[in-house]
């Protein structure tokens, strides 16, 4: 199995409502990243958070990072439409050189 | 904008041919890495190379194979093309070498159709 797996895999919410997306690795890590992408289109990305952090915030978004239970969140307060998207986290395995691996994503539907 | 420049953004093949696809990373980036996103798999790293040097090696087919040139440039070459091979291709640039330790930057992504 992968290396980083979303957790839902799809996630339908109201406008004004906070989603929250989970994230589960398996091995050590040196840190971990979300990205956005909108259907089709190439990845932005949101946020990165490193193994020594527990929480980061840009704007709407609140990342949190649990080492212990090799697990991490995503919540996006206030969600718009406009945050219809697939979310993917991308975790390293702590070994220098190693790549990211992305998990399936979790697809979120915003409905105004 | 992400600064990353991919052609083309669609093709259209046959099974058993050769394409090639071509990235332009970001001005100033010395890394790019190509990634293989389908339905059934998802998205897949495929390979990096660094200041024109193979860096980090994925799950990259025998069949393909990638280059980076002298102005940072990247060509992804696809070939005996399969059915299976239908997937959008993106690259992505980074400033250094430690991917892992990086934001990366994507392209649009190249849509390929094997027929």
């Known amino acids: 199995s992968q290396q980083g797996e979303e957790d839902p895999q799809a996630l339908s919410i109201q406008e004004g409502e906070n989603a929250t997306m989970n994230c589960s690795y398996k091995t050590s890590i040196n840190n971990l990243q979300w990205y956005r992408q909108n259907s089709g289109r190439g990845l932005v990305h949101l946020i990165l958070?490193?193994?020594?952090?527990r929480e980061k915030h840009s704007g709407r978004l609140r990342v949190t990072l649990d080492t212990s239970k090799k697990s991490s969140s995503l919540l996006i307060t206030a969600s718009r439409a406009a945050d219809t998207a697939s979310y993917f986290c991308a975790t390293d395995k702590a070994n220098y050189g190693q790549n990211f691996v992305f998990g399936p994503g979790t697809r979120l539907s915003v409905l105004p | 904008d992400s600064g990353v420049t991919q052609t083309p953004k669609h093709l259209i093949t046959a099974t058993g041919q050769r394409v090639t696809l071509r990235c332009s990373p970001r001005?100033?980036?010395?890394?790019v890495y190509w990634y293989q996103q389908s339905l059934d798999q998802g998205l897949q790293f495929l390979i990096q190379?660094?200041?024109?040097?193979?860096?980090a090696k994925g799950n990259i087919l025998e069949r393909f194979s990638a280059q980076q040139f002298p102005d940072l440039h990247s060509e992804l070459n696809l070939s005996s093309l399969e059915l299976g091979d239908s997937a959008l291709y993106f690259c992505?640039?980074?400033?250094?070498?430690?991917?892992?330790?990086?934001?990366?930057?994507f392209g649009p992504g190249t849509r390929l159709l094997v027929l």
């Open positions: 958070i490193r193994s020594n952090e």
């Open positions: 992505a640039s980074s400033e250094g070498l430690a991917g892992v330790f990086e934001t990366q930057y």
């Open positions: 190379y660094y200041n024109g040097e193979e860096r």
């Open positions: 001005s100033g980036d010395l890394s």
